[in-house]
């Protein structure tokens, strides 16, 4: 059985204790070269512009992959800023897919108006370092990867990274509704949040995987739904299926679209940075349309979703990389569900099935809406809102990726 238990409250507890004890930036020798860090900052002042420079390897041997990311969604105030804290001490939870014998981070302050000043940061409680320092200064509207640490990330784990900022100013850079609880200190104690601060990837240095699926969606990737604490996301039972042998990166967004901003920058805008860019990306799973469908204001016609999705495949294809498509799933029942809107779903599946727009097309409609009416998500799936899945909805959908389709020059599933 996975390990989807992962004894959050105990671990970032632990974690946090340790990081807070720190005071010396790490010293100890590295053992992986310079070569594998990417460029110190990148800035710009659209957050739709910010890429990250791909991975390269850091060791003749192994290559760095991503074990966990998400995309960034808002710039919020910070929530506590109330506090008499002098600092803020965040402690990220986050679940890993593969492991590795050292980790580097990534830090967001995408949605920032003013540099982001971190003047700690520590994975597992082992301090990270930026270019040797243990203080950095993010750009408005830039991010940064660290250095690597020697510490050791096991896969299908909970790891704790925290961070800690001189001042509680924001606007704070976010992936908000993660369904995983990590914790924010205040003067009163630890806070416990839904959302992630600042983090957007973690990446481990790997001699035993292959490389990372890449996965861009909405809230149906990202979880809602789903169990608090459970890692119960379809893209984490993919990631218990692949074994270890390839990390999957959840770039999923509540609410995002192919075409229009809304919640987060919309798709076709962030998949450079949340998806091409991903180190050691092999592979592209794509999931979204829906809310093209069905939110205000809604796009009528198939053929722009349709082409939104084809233009994301061809930017995988020229990186070398293979795309994988769902379908989308019926809505019947939830509050922005018509006959019109549906027929547009229904339309766009047909494009989908038709070809040319994925490499292979996973039938999520087909497997989760009710046989007797399929215009209904199945009950034994539905979270309640007939939009969502439960989690015997995502374990269906996580199930129906043909590994072999993923990754095709490995014929055997088993040996992925």
Known sequence: ?????????????????????????????????????????????????????????AHSTGLWAATWAAAPVAGVVDSYNGSALNRRTIRNVVHTSIGGDAARITLSNVFGTRPLVVDHAAVAGRP???????????????????????????????LVVTLRTPTAEGPVTIHRRSHQTSYVDTAWGARQTDDWRYLT???????????????????????????????????????????????VANAGIAGNRILRDGSGVRASARFDRDVLDVAGVKTVVIALGINDVQQSPQETDPQRIADGLRSMTQRAHARGLRVVGATLMPYEGFGTWTPARDDVRERVNGLIRAGGIFDHVIDFDAAARDPHRPTRLRTAYDSGDHLHLNDAGYRLLGSLVDLTALVPDRPDSDQL
């Open 1 to 57: 059985m996975p390990r989807r238990q992962g004894y959050a409250l105990l671990i970032a507890l632990v974690a946090g204790t340790a990081a807070l004890a720190a005071t010396v930036a790490f010293a100890g020798p590295l053992l992986f070269s310079g070569s594998g860090t990417r460029p110190k900052q990148l800035t710009a002042p659209d957050p739709r512009s910010v890429a990250r420079t791909p991975a390269a390897p």
């Open 128 to 158: 990270v370092t930026f270019r040797g320092a243990g203080t950095v200064t993010v750009a408005a509207g830039g991010q940064i990867v660290s250095d690597p640490v020697v510490v050791p990330v096991a896969a299908d784990s909970d």
């Open 201 to 247: 990837s973690v990446d481990v240095h790997t001699t035993t995987a292959a490389g990372t699926i890449a996965v861009i969606g909405d809230s149906l990737t990202a979880g809602t739904g789903s169990t608090l604490d459970t890692n119960s996301r379809w893209p984490d039972v993919l990631a218990d299926r692949l074994r270890g042998r390839h990390g």
